[in-house]
């Protein structure tokens, strides 16, 4: 039972011009968000959260957007870098759980320079 | 220290043996995961520690698994009788408490290979 999904296993996309990475997930509970970006060969970073009382949340070059009720996330990347090709996962938790996070599958983004 | 720290960074090791792998959390951080990435899959959890409550141990594939947090602080997670599917990359994460807003810190990650 896969409760976050990233259903594009990886995405190809020019310098300059925008990413977008989609996650969706099915279990109602979840309320906070998070994506990460991991390069070969190293652990995971925190790129950007969002809780379910946004619909947004920024951080630079980086926007993701928070649709409750289609229960999908996107990660907006302006502009896209050569130095943003990793694979991007996103993570979901519930206040009301034990708080652990559960992972997409992640996809792979490649910026072509 | 300034980040999460595991060891080994890689390990080989033959089939049936078993193998131990450490993770030193971030300093002060309560909370302590475990998570695994075998090739071409996401993350999957493992283990959750938070603080003196009991272990959520949801995510431990078989009972060949097991993991011990000594003191609120190190973690040790155990695979007995090792097969080649436990071929993986193993991650530890901590995170300062155990809300769930709270972000996790990951460590590089301890490279197992069962051959």
């Known amino acids: 039972d896969q409760q976050v999904k990233q259903n594009s296993p990886s995405l190809s996309v020019q310098e300059g011009r925008i990413s977008i990475l989609n996650c969706d997930y099915t279990?109602?509970?979840?309320?906070?968000f998070l994506w990460y970006k991991k390069y070969p060969a190293e652990g995971p970073t925190f790129l950007i959260s969002?809780?379910?009382?946004?619909d947004k949340n920024e951080d630079g070059r980086f926007t993701v957007f928070l649709n409750k009720s289609a229960k999908h996330l996107s990660l907006h990347i302006v502009p896209s870098q050569p130095g943003d090709s990793a694979v991007y996962f996103c993570?979901?938790?519930?206040?009301?759980?034990?708080?652990?996070?559960?992972f997409g599958t992640g996809t792979r983004l490649k910026v072509l320079a | 220290g300034a980040g999460v720290s595991q060891s080994p960074s890689n390990k080989v090791t033959e089939k049936g043996k078993d193998v131990e792998l450490r993770c030193d959390p971030i300093?002060?951080?309560?909370?302590l995961y475990w998570y695994r990435q075998s090739l071409g899959q996401g993350l999957e959890f493992l283990i959750y520690?938070?603080?003196?409550?009991?272990?959520?141990k949801s995510g431990l594939p078989s009972d060949r698994f097991s993991a011990e947090r000594t003191g609120g602080s190190v973690s040790t997670l155990t695979i007995q009788r090792t097969q080649q599917e436990d071929s993986a990359v193993y991650l530890c994460?901590?995170?300062?408490?155990?809300?769930?807003?709270?972000?996790?810190?990951f460590g590089e990650g301890s490279w197992l290979t069962v051959v």
């Open positions: 994460a901590s995170s300062p408490s155990g809300g769930a807003r709270n972000t996790i810190y």
């Open positions: 520690f938070q603080g003196n409550s009991a272990p959520d």
């Open positions: 993570a979901a938790s519930s206040t009301s759980g034990t708080y652990k996070y559960i």
């Open positions: 300093s002060g951080h309560t909370a």
């Open positions: 279990n109602s509970m979840f309320d906070y």
């Open positions: 969002i809780s379910s009382i946004k």
